[in-house]
């Protein structure tokens, strides 16, 4: 079929030089554009009819191509028929010094130079050019720049301090790409909206045509649902199904026949990275334990580096939903994955050996951070792997980690300070020489829900099977230190957002506890607080605290950009959510104080964020790692995965069987089955074991 515009039929092919896999090519094949394929890029001028449109491509980016090579007598020869060319990544062109290898760039994006691409791509604005390979030229006047800058949608901070290379510029009338713009579909290219708005303009730009329609532009890996797609009947449990089959798609969980290739990158402490495995690699069972994820990094072939990590909260929170989806479907192998993973921590790896299970030890109990940092100790990933675990166990109906379970939350009581306070890590070392007692009852006070609340909330659960009244005495003593404090002196780390999303949790358990008006007024206090930012989509946004109250690095230059952990956004009011620190938290604990009131308000913003959640997991039938994902960025005012990549560790798209899939995953099945967590783990048989391990690790240690 011809290719319409405006409503006048197009009879002129386009000409062109490249692989026929090319994404520009396939793109323009399914629009039915007359496709003129040619062998040399000389051949396809000479066949080209005057006036018509000419692409040259390199074959095989981003390999540099020795046949794309543009001599001063192809141009002549294009000019003399007034052919309108577009040429990239070429190993030679009349004029430009071209080197033979490409810079190959990670954190650098497109940035736009020009107002050629109307409103909807002012300039400053930001392109996301994955993996970019560029061979390096000077140009003048260029439309697209490649450079590292600070920013969502703009270049808040110019480009006046940062090294540039251009990637799209004319010369001699000729349009010029230094990249593999082409490779937008391969690549994974972002904003959608954007890179579309680049095509727009140069196909409009070749062809000599205005209003250009791509009605059959493709995403490798899309969001589940559009922003007002009705959502099917069964939508939310065919988003459960494929949310715990990602554990599977993904391979995350170690076999014996790669351990050595998982070891090479997991043992490393401070950056267990490495290539995408090889998704023919069968499947561990559990006993090895499951792996972290992807990392936010996206190759040119659109595929995602690993995250080797074996981590303890890891362990306890991705068995939660193993055993959880297990008891739902009736799959008997979740179950045993679920269990296999719990014996692991608890039993198998290094994260309770040594000290930490040595009874005479200030450590016992505890859990440590990573099989590669056994000797580190967060409060927070301690509590996520202990609550995983505790419904873990529940759904699998039996007693056989009560011990450990208590054992491990009181491991971390006792090195809990007077005011209910732990801080945000300890060190196996330091608590081995001071004692438990020092850490008992010293003075400290550390305002950061997200590293403090949900070991408060596993004090105040435990507190309900066992009665031992400390636990509740310096769990209420903390949270009424921190409330009576917020929101001048919380630390806020990545977003404030994730501080209140994380205080509700332990808020909406005290008031199980103890059904005070205080208490209920300080739960409605922070749920109304986090909901001033949700959406009309479900979508909680992310918002910045005070100045000067954040834990990472602010972003002054751009130089700062992918130098330390760090927020989503730029500045607050950028419609941007987050899947790692929020939204995930946000549904669990919201759910959980909708349980515990009956709130109508609670309800209606867990629902709206549930449905939110189902819509934007991701399905993609190229990347089965990434099918039924969820990665830490939605930008749902585009509805794209979009955001700033600024955090060194946890980016934009990011995944984690933990933190993100487990309590999603879980807490969707829990809304399906009318449960909350506390409904699951309410006939714990914690409630006459705890009280043993209690007596023996509470009791004053010999001198």
Known sequence: M????????????????????????????????????????????????????????????????????????????????????????????????????????????????????????????????????????????????????????KAEYGLDDTPTNPILFEKDGTLIAMTGLSNFETGRYGPQASIKTVWRYILERIMGTRNMQLKHWREDVKPMFGQDEPLPPAAKINSIRKGVEWFNNGHFFVHPSWKAEWEKYGNNGTKPIGPPLDLNKPNGDGTLGIIEGHTSTIYYDGRQQYRYW???????????????????????????????????MFKTSNLRAGPKNDPNSPAFG?????????????????????????????????????????????????????????????EEGDIIKHGWPYYYNRDLQHFSPHFESWMWACYLWLYAKTGYEPLLTKTKEAIKETMAVYPDKWRWGSSMQ?????????????????????????????????????????????????????????????????????????????????????????????????????????KEATNKLSDFLTRVQVQSEKHKDLDGAWFRAFDYGKWDYWASNSDAGWGAWCTLTGWIQSWIVTTQIQIQQKQSFWDVTKNSGMATSGKAVIEQMMSKPKE
Request: charged fraction near 25%; glycine fraction near 8%.
């Open 366 to 426: 505890l859990l440590g951070w990573a099989t590669s940092n056994a000797g580190t100790f967060y409060g927070d990933d301690n509590s996520r792997a202990i609550l995983g675990a505790i419904a873990a166990a529940n759904y699998l109906k039996t007693d056989r980690w009560d011990k450990e379970l208590t054992e491990a939350i009181m491991g971390n009581f006792r090195t809990t300070g007077k005011q209910g306070f732990r801080g945000e890590r300890l």
């Open 498 to 602: 994730t501080q209140r999303a994380r205080m509700i949790l332990p808020l909406a358990w005290l008031v199980r506890i103890e059904n005070t008006e205080e208490h209920r007024q300080w739960l409605d206090m922070m749920v109304t607080e986090m909901l001033k930012n949700q959406s009309e989509s479900g979508a909680i946004r992310e918002e910045q605290g005070a100045k000067g109250k954040g834990m990472f690095k602010e972003l002054k230059k751009n130089s700062d950009y992918g130098s330390d952990e760090g927020s989503l956004i730029f500045k607050n009011g950028e419609e941007i959510s987050c899947m790692l620190y929020t939204n995930n938290f946000a549904l669990f604990s919201l759910h959980e104080a909708e349980m515990a009131t009956g709130n109508p308000k609670y």
């Open 310 to 344: 074996m981590r303890a909260d890891v362990q306890g929170e991705a068995s939660m939903t193993l055993a959880a989806a297990g008891s739902l479907l009736n799959n008997n192998e979740y179950k045993t994955k679920s269990a296999n993973l719990i014996d692991f």
């Open 2 to 153: 011809a290719f319409v515009v405006q409503g006048s039929a197009l009879p002129r092919a386009l000409y062109f030089y490249g692989s026929e896999q090319n994404d520009l090519y396939q793109l323009l094949k399914r629009e039915g554009f007359n496709l003129k394929k040619c062998e040399t890029p000389m051949a396809a001028v000479k066949a080209a009819v005057k006036g018509s449109g000419v692409f040259i491509l390199a074959k095989n980016y981003p390999q540099t191509d020795p046949q794309n090579r543009i001599t001063a007598q192809l141009l002549a020869a294009a000019k003399a028929k007034g052919l309108k060319l577009y040429i990239e990544y070429p190993a030679e062109f009349p004029g430009l010094d071209i080197p033979s290898k490409p810079l190959e760039t990670q954190l650098e994006r497109g940035v736009v130079t020009t107002g050629l691409f109307g409103e909807r791509l002012k300039p400053m604005s930001l392109l996301g050019i994955n993996n970019c390979f560029v061979l390096p030229v000077q140009a003048t006047n260029p439309l697209i720049v490649l450079a590292k800058v600070v920013g969502v949608d």
